[in-house]
């Protein structure tokens, strides 16, 4: 059983920064992966970025690609989403996930999420 907290979250303006946080416990595998998706009001989950634990493999979804990037501390079991040049169509509820390499929309261990805001 694996357990992902999230942290990090928030109200910022456009063109603003936030930095996002998930620390895992419990059983990791090397073959797995850890990455961030996320939920807008209204809308279905959407990929935002992984990163495998073992080689550091990392893939991001052409929407935030340039203004985010993903990062990881095995000695901390954390994962570190950071999010530049926000904007108002970022705004949503952010989950963390693990699961076996790569992560897809089954299958995976959640965090509970973590609300990012963005205003115009």
């Known amino acids: 059983q694996v357990q992902l907290v999230e942290s990090g979250g928030g109200l910022v303006q456009a063109g603003g920064s936030l930095r996002l946080s998930c620390v895992a416990s419990?059983?990791?595998?090397?073959?797995?992966?850890m990455g961030w998706f996320r939920q807008a009001p209204g809308k279905e989950r959407e990929f935002v970025t992984q990163i495998k634990w073992s080689g550091g493999t990392t893939y991001y979804a052409d929407s935030v690609k340039g203004r985010f990037t993903i990062s990881r501390d095995n000695a901390k079991n954390t994962v570190y989403l950071q999010m530049n040049s926000l904007k108002p169509e970022d705004t949503a509820v952010y989950y963390c996930a693990t699961g076996r390499y790569p992560l897809g929309y089954e299958n995976n261990y959640w965090g509970q999420g973590t609300q990012v805001t963005v205003s115009s």
């Open positions: 419990g059983r990791t595998f090397s073959n797995y992966a």
